[in-house]
């Protein structure tokens, strides 16, 4: 579209050229009746511009991110703009002069609005070995604007997986943009603080983010996780207790739920992220110990003597109602519960931005500190208990100093509940206090164990990129709302790749080292050591391209010596291997008759224990060797259809037990087909595929796949698929079924 819209231009003798670079639209000076302005350049004649050398600003405003940029061709739609004198300036790297040039918008500004959307239901039928599965979707997209820069984005998404023992599967989300002023985000969202604090974490409730010039303001307000009651039937465990009169009688405690889970997030930066930025982070997470039921209505128990007795009047093995349990059941709080414990977290944190050279050059840091309490029954401490936790004296003093000058705990449990169960409970590393060989104030500060810190360092310059990352995460460091970063772990990388021929030719060379020696009473330290060399190799429509990786892994746990358990027995415990790993690609486009698409993709794994002192009867090899070639073909015929034609080997050798070795292989192959009826907006696929597996596990499977796509109309379309599987393996017979039904209708 883009391409005819410039030879429309070129024809009519709209194209204003300067230079190198030809003003599509708007001209210079050009009067503009509507304030949805489209920005079109083109740039062709110039070499070695890439589309991240370009950066396009209106009225000082950055909007790159909102344009279309290729090697030769810029287009970009705004709207919203008011009536009036407006400045484009437009960048090429840092090798050119900025374009900039003015045009105007006329007359009072017309309040158009304009909406989209599109709906999608399905279903689906999964029946998997003697595993059965239903699902059915509904997905409601809406999307709209106004001149004046408002816009909105709902999406609403509802599932028959949706179920009350789980986190919800529904979503709902609705999206409100005024310009680049404020973006407003109800519902379910996925939210971007900081890397160490909310990282994309599903959050349900508010975000709010707000733009003035330099100032930057960001609020998250919502529950990471709503209440689980939990199964009815297995919502509790019992241990059978005596009473002072000696009467038998069932202690039951809540298991098997989820805390509904309440968040707070904050960041306030300074500078518009152009040349600099600069943000001060803060995470508030809590349970919500109120949210699950002591008493739930409807669980029930089996009952069963043990070993400390019989609850008389209760028969063995019959199931009953808690509720109905009267005197032979009693409900203990939430301290003596037997599922997951009720947490606290606090983080605070800063982070900071500087990019010089039109972003060529980026450093990017972030430190940040967390508090977590792991288990907030009983609420905070109390003075005089905080007298005997720390100095294991009761003399209403700590550590020499009056207890009265202490701040009460109870005073801060709005932000933080702090009891034994804080961690860490002491910050710093104590050995930085040791009178005897104290360690460094800073390196006990770095080495802190819930401190997280990164760097990152980025120049793009000589058709080089490379990247410098640090990162450190300590042992307890603790996110509620960032789960899945990696604790205990210290990682530097550097990788560079350099381009050439216009970027026929790629070089990708890379360094990774990890380990987890950040507190001083780490003995063992793990590491892993990998090293990677890639080159793509992209000559044109007449050679094939190439594609090649190679990566080296060497990890190590830190320990050389073997464990003498008895004087016959012991456990070698130690790692240490190298593993190789290549990776080699070829495709090629071949117009013969038809057009062919050809891929041949080579994969080998191969990892190695470094150990020579082994005893292969009692230590279960971790050596790998795995070799995968795959191959491919694709045509596109003059008629309406598309064939391709897959092969894939797979051979491993693995340990399967002590001083064994197995072997497993595998052949698959495929074909599959899709035809189309142009004028009926109608099209069919199917495919056929064979695999055979032979070695450690014997199987073979046959499989058919069927699909529909018929458009009904030129806004709905429906689409089905059908997916059969018939399994042996090991002389035993499974069958596979997926079935699949869309909807879809556009406006």
């Known amino acids: 579209m883009r391409k005819l819209l410039y030879i429309f231009l070129l024809g009519t003798g709209f194209l204003w050229p300067q230079s190198n670079i030809i003003i599509m639209s708007p001209n210079p000076n050009e009067e503009i009746s509507d304030s949805e302005v489209l920005i079109a350049v083109s740039f062709y004649q110039i070499d070695g511009i890439t589309p991240s050398d370009i950066h396009l600003s209106i009225d000082g405003n950055d909007v790159s991110n909102r344009a279309f940029i290729d090697k030769d061709m810029l287009s970009c739609l705004v709207d919203g703009l008011p009536p009036g004198k407006h400045r484009i300036t437009l960048i090429l790297g840092s090798r050119m002069r900025p374009k900039m040039w003015s045009f105007y918008i006329s007359g009072k500004k017309e309040m158009k609005s304009e909406y989209s959307g599109r709906i999608r239901s399905g279903s689906s039928v999964e029946q998997i070995d003697e595993q059965s599965l239903n699902i059915s979707h509904f997905n409601l997209e809406t999307k709209g604007r ?3 820069g408002f816009s909105f984005k709902s999406n609403i998404k509802l599932t028959t997986q949706e179920s009350r023992l789980y986190q919800a599967r529904n979503i709902f989300n609705l999206g409100i943009n005024f310009r680049e002023y404020a973006k407003i985000n109800l519902g379910d969202t996925n939210p971007r603080i900081s890397f160490f604090t909310l990282n994309g974490k599903r959050i349900r409730g508010l975000d709010v983010e707000m733009k003035y010039g330099f100032l930057n303001l960001q609020i998250v307000k919502g529950k990471i996780n709503r209440a689980v009651q939990g199964d009815l039937k297995d919502a509790y465990t019992y241990t059978i207790d005596t009473k002072q009169n000696g009467r038998k009688f069932l202690s039951l405690k809540r298991a098997g739920y989820t805390f509904e889970q309440n968040l707070t997030v904050g960041r306030f930066a300074l500078g518009k992220g152009k040349n600099f930025q600069m943000g001060l982070n803060f995470l508030k997470a809590r349970d919500d110990t109120s949210s699950v039921k002591t008493k739930l209505d409807g669980a029930s128990i089996i009952y069963n003597p043990t070993s400390f007795g019989a609850v008389s009047g209760l028969n063995a093995g019959t199931r009953y109602f808690v509720n109905e349990l009267g005197s032979n059941g009693e409900f ?7 599922g997951t414990t009720p947490k606290d977290n606090l983080v605070v944190g800063s982070d900071i931005g500087i990019y010089l050279a039109n972003k060529r050059i980026l450093i990017e840091g ?5 508090l977590t309490n792991n288990n907030i029954w009983g609420g905070p401490l109390t003075l005089a208990a905080m007298d005997t936790l720390i100095d294991d004296q009761v003399d209403s003093t700590i550590l020499g100093i009056d207890l009265q000058s202490f701040p009460d705990p109870a005073d801060y449990s709005d932000w933080l509940i702090i009891n034994p169960n804080l961690s860490p409970l002491i910050p710093i590393d104590m050995n930085a206090f040791d009178t005897i060989s104290p360690l460094p104030l800073d390196q006990a500060i770095l080495s802190m164990p819930s401190l997280a810190y990164r760097g990152k360092t980025v120049i793009n310059f000589w058709k080089n990129y490379l990247v410098m990352e640090y990162t450190q995460v300590g042992p307890e460091f603790n996110s509620l709302a960032n ?3 990696v604790k205990n772990k210290r990682e530097l990388s550097v990788t ?3 381009k050439l021929f216009r970027n026929r030719l790629m070089f990708t060379v890379g360094y990774k080292h990890q380990d987890d020696n950040i507190l001083t009473t780490v003995e063992n330290v793990s590491s892993q050591n990998s090293t990677s060399l890639g080159v793509n190799f992209l000559p044109g429509s007449k050679i094939p391209n190439f594609n090649f990786t190679y990566r080296s892994i060497i990890r190590d746990n830190g320990i050389v010596d073997i464990i003498q358990l008895t004087d016959t027995t012991y456990s070698d415990n130690r790692e240490k291997t190298k593993t190789k790993n290549i990776i080699l690609n070829i495709s090629h486009q071949l117009e013969k008759k038809w057009n062919h698409t050809f891929n041949a993709t080579y994969v080998m794994v191969n990892r190695k224990d470094q150990f020579a002192d082994r005893d292969d009867s009692l230590f279960i090899d971790p050596s790998l060797l795995s070799n995968v070639a795959n191959l491919s073909i694709s045509t596109r015929y003059k008629i309406p259809l598309k064939t391709s034609l897959n092969f894939i080997f797979n051979s ?25 009826f142009f004028e009926s907006g109608f099209k069919i696929s199917s495919g056929l595929n064979y695999n055979l597996g032979t070695g450690i596990v014997n199987m073979r499977w046959f499989g058919i796949k069927l699909g529909l796509y018929w458009k009904l109309a030129d806004d709905l379309s429906i689409n089905s698929q059908m997916d059969y599987r018939s399994k042996l393996i090991n002389k035993e017979r499974k069958n ?3 079935a699949r039904i869309n909807l879809n209708y556009s406006f």
Do not use: C, H, R
């Open 483 to 485: 789960p899945y970063l």
């Open 332 to 338: 203990q709080s939430g301290e003596n519960w037997n």
């Open 736 to 738: 596979t079924l997926i």
């Open 496 to 498: 560079d790749k350099l």
């Open 146 to 148: 106004m001149s004046g």
């Open 652 to 676: 491993s050798q693995l340990s399967t037990g002590p001083g064994k070795i197995g072997e497993q292989s595998f052949f698959t192959s495929g074909i599959n087909g899709e035809y189309s």
């Open 366 to 370: 972030e430190i940040a500190f967390s």
